[in-house]
């Protein structure tokens, strides 16, 4: 479906791709679902603490290195901050830059601005930014308590736009609004392309819009890029307000993830004609030969591709078969974003790993360019099925299911996530890098990673002894999904 960008926010996956957070079944089941048209939310009875969509917002949007954040929120919603910074530094030290913080502030938002309005905490939090910081724009991200009372965040942005004379830009990202974190990614992404990315001046056929998160890899994927006569512009952390003005020149868009980049790509796509490449992720050799070659096909580059891919595979061949001939048959549960898990499977599974269980923090059963779940289809198509669930980073479910399943590794992308499977006993692995197993050298280093971390599981396994879980023996008596109000589970466990 056509991304509406007439409206002041994004639409809430919910409604605009029917996205879940609550599933229990296979991906061959998932696959059929999206097809369909009949996957439906499981609810729960029970439900730990999730991500929130805000905090993804803000996160991201204060990477932007001549841009301010207002945080129109109670101080609470602040915390999010420390994450955010953490990131943000981290991203500096791997460039080799002067460090700084983030520039957010936060309107704090008490029990009077409840009743009264928040409006001047919101005039007084926006000039405080612009003064400290002298910012090219401005992002105010909303919040609960904003929402809830109604606050006119427009026509206060508007009149303090005309004052300052940079854009003021409404970030529409409550948490109530959607139970799907990577909403705040669409909200930032929506305001970029209403309000910053302006029309081309000139077109630039030889660049690529490459969005990401900390672009780790920029060096190796410049090189890669200029094999093919292609240059990366890598966004949108760390990027300024002008290079994301000029990013309707590109003559492509590719993501390093498909649930970050699919908005922003499909709108740059939409509204300035610039190509979103549509394809699997760059993770494992299947995921970067067909990143590759679709990138090829768009921009005219088939030769090119062909015979960087056919040079690469004989440069990894032997590594390639040393690692398979030893993960062979080593059993692993995965949990991550939609994306990156049903991506790592694949990966995975191509190692010759057998993958016990998939977890993914919540479904898109379509995407914004009208096609379903590239790496689901992908997955569906093999021969074995995989058991899946969507469990939106419930940790009682986790951990229940893994107590169960007992891998030999767990993998994931969540921090708070992935210290319990390790104190568990179980060797994990944290991918916080999302270049992290990207192409032909990076799979490669992810295969040796894996066999280290297994060869090697004394931390994991000491952990286990001297850790007190937070969940008694009853609860890992029961099923994993007992909380999990779905109708066609109940039907399943009576018929049994």
Avoid at 15 to 29: H, M, T, W
Avoid at 124 to 135: D, K, L, Q, V
Avoid at 247 to 264: D, H, K, Q, R, V
Avoid at 462 to 468: A, H, Q, T
Wanted: aromatic letters at 10%; charged letters at 25%.
């Amino acid at each position: 479906m056509a991304i509406n960008l007439r409206r002041s926010e994004a639409v809430i996956r919910e409604k605009r791709l029917k996205s879940v957070v609550g599933y229990q079944g296979s991906i061959k089941d998932l696959a059929n679902k999206s097809q369909s048209g009949c996957l439906k939310n499981a609810r729960r009875g029970f439900s730990q603490a999730a991500n929130c969509s805000s905090g993804c917002a803000q996160g991201h949007l204060s990477t932007i290195l001549d841009a301010a954040v207002v945080n129109h929120a109670p101080i609470g919603c602040a915390a999010d901050v420390i994450g955010a910074n953490t990131g943000f530094r981290w991203g500096q030290n791997i460039r080799n830059w002067e460090k700084r913080n983030v520039r957010i502030i936060n309107t704090n938002m008490t029990e009077s601005a409840t009743v009264f309005g928040g409006g001047k905490l919101l005039k007084e939090g926006i000039r405080e930014a612009y003064r400290r910081f002298n910012p090219k724009a401005i992002f105010v991200t909303t919040s609960c308590a904003s929402g809830i009372i109604g606050d006119d965040v427009e026509s206060i942005l508007r009149e303090e736009e005309e004052d300052l004379g940079i854009p003021v830009v409404p970030v529409f990202c409550e948490g109530f609004r959607s139970q799907i974190w990577a909403t705040g990614f669409d909200a930032v992404f929506h305001a970029l392309l209403t309000r910053i990315v302006k029309p081309p001046e000139k077109k630039r056929p030889e660049m690529v819009n490459v969005i990401n998160f900390t672009a780790s890899a920029r060096e190796y994927v410049k090189e890669m890029f200029a094999e093919l006569g292609l240059v990366p512009q890598f966004g949108i952390p760390y990027s300024t307000i002008d290079q994301i003005s000029r990013m309707s020149e590109a003559g492509a868009t590719i993501s390093i993830c498909g649930t970050l980049g699919g908005y922003f790509g499909n709108g740059l796509e939409q509204k300035f004609g610039v190509p979103y490449v549509t394809t699997l992720q760059p993770h494992g050799i299947s995921g970067i030969d067909n990143w590759l070659r679709n990138l090829g096909k768009v921009l005219g580059k088939e030769k090119e591709v062909e015979d960087y891919i056919a040079k690469q595979k004989i440069l990894i061949k032997p590594e390639l078969d040393e690692i398979k001939s030893k993960l062979k048959g080593k059993r692993v549960v995965v949990g991550m974003g939609p994306s990156f898990s049903h991506n790592y499977i694949r990966l995975l599974e191509d190692f010759g790993m057998e993958v016990v269980w998939g977890m993914a923090w919540h479904f898109d059963p379509q995407h914004d360019h009208g096609g379903l779940p590239h790496c689901t289809m992908e997955l569906a198509k093999k021969e074995r099925d995989i058991p899946a669930s969507v469990s939106d980073q419930q940790n009682h479910e986790v951990l229940n299911l893994l107590n169960k399943l007992k891998p030999d590794i767990y993998i994931g992308r969540h921090p708070g996530l992935s210290v319990w499977a390790t104190k568990m006993g179980i060797p994990t692995i944290m991918v916080s890098d999302e270049y992290s197993a990207f192409g032909y050298k990076g799979t490669i280093d992810f295969g040796y990673r894996i066999i280290d971390i297994l060869t090697n599981n004394s931390f994991a396994r000491n952990l286990s002894k001297r850790i007190k879980l937070p969940y008694t023996d009853w609860w890992f008596e029961q099923e994993p999904f007992i909380f999990l109000n779905d109708e066609e589970l109940k039907k399943n466990a009576a018929s049994s």
